[in-house]
């Protein structure tokens, strides 16, 4: 299977989300810069974390306007995975890739360390190798990953199974104490309509490896190439 990562000026994950598809899960990857159009003949595309512009307008709003986004949007349209990881999740949002909003932290405060999630499905590209429930740890690291959206789109969501990831705490009960940053039903991750495009807040190829201490992330990953293999393509 072969990535391709999408390098915006201010990545700064885009090295780790290579590493651990080539490394880790020995799939190929390359990286695609942001002023390019050619997408090659990727399978999947990685947006991934990082500040992207500096963030100097709204996290993701600049990054959205990149000429690569184009081809993003038609990749994706033609039913090609792509994943959009904390900084990419928000491009993806700012490109009306995916609904909703990511603003500042409830604390107003950068956040950086492990915290909890649980898989609400796994019929998805994104989670086809995790058990419903499941509970993974995993780093966020950002300073605005609240999650917001009006009650239409949250019942939306909510309805159609499109909630992938919610903040909970090591048993998998979700509530205030384990939501770190605010967002709303306790959102870390959401899918599109078409079940294709997945954006997540927190970082799975910061815990991809068991050397690192923990390799709950890599499950993200295995899960695109085990959806891509059956699939038969």
């Known amino acids: 299977m072969k990535f391709a990562v999408i390098v915006f000026p201010g990545s700064n994950c885009d090295h ?13 990857a390359r990286f695609v810069w942001h002023r390019d ?9 990685i947006l991934p974390g990082g500040f992207s512009y500096g963030d100097y307008l709204r ?13 993003v949007k038609k990749f994706a349209g033609a039913g090609g995975l792509v994943i959009g990881i904390c900084n990419g999740f928000q491009i ?26 649980r898989v ?3 019929d998805t590209p994104f989670t086809c190798n995790c058990r419903v429930g499941e509970v993974l740890r995993v780093p966020v690291a950002h300073m605005d990953g ?17 909630i992938l990831f919610r903040y909970c705490n090591e048993d998998g009960e979700v509530g205030i104490d384990s939501n770190p940053n605010g967002s709303i039903e306790s959102v870390a991750g959401i899918i599109n309509e078409m079940d294709n495009v997945c954006g997540m807040m927190p970082h799975p190829e910061r815990a991809s490896e068991a050397l690192l201490g923990n390799d709950d992330g890599i499950k993200i990953f295995e899960s695109i190439v085990r959806w891509h293999s059956s699939k038969g393509k």
């Open 92 to 117: 993806l949002q700012e490109a009306k890739m995916l609904p909703g909003a990511l603003m500042r932290n409830d604390s107003l405060k950068f956040i950086c360390k492990d915290v909890f999630v």
């Open 16 to 28: 780790d989300c290579l590493y651990s598809v080539t490394r880790n899960i020995g799939h190929d």
């Open 146 to 162: 609240n999650f917001t959206a009006d009650k239409k789109q949250i019942q939306k969501l909510s309805k159609e199974g499109r």
């Open 59 to 71: 996290s993701g709003a600049m990054a959205a306007c990149s000429p690569i986004m184009d081809s």
């Open 120 to 122: 609400e499905r796994i």
């Open 37 to 45: 159009t050619n997408l090659g003949d990727a399978d999947c595309l």
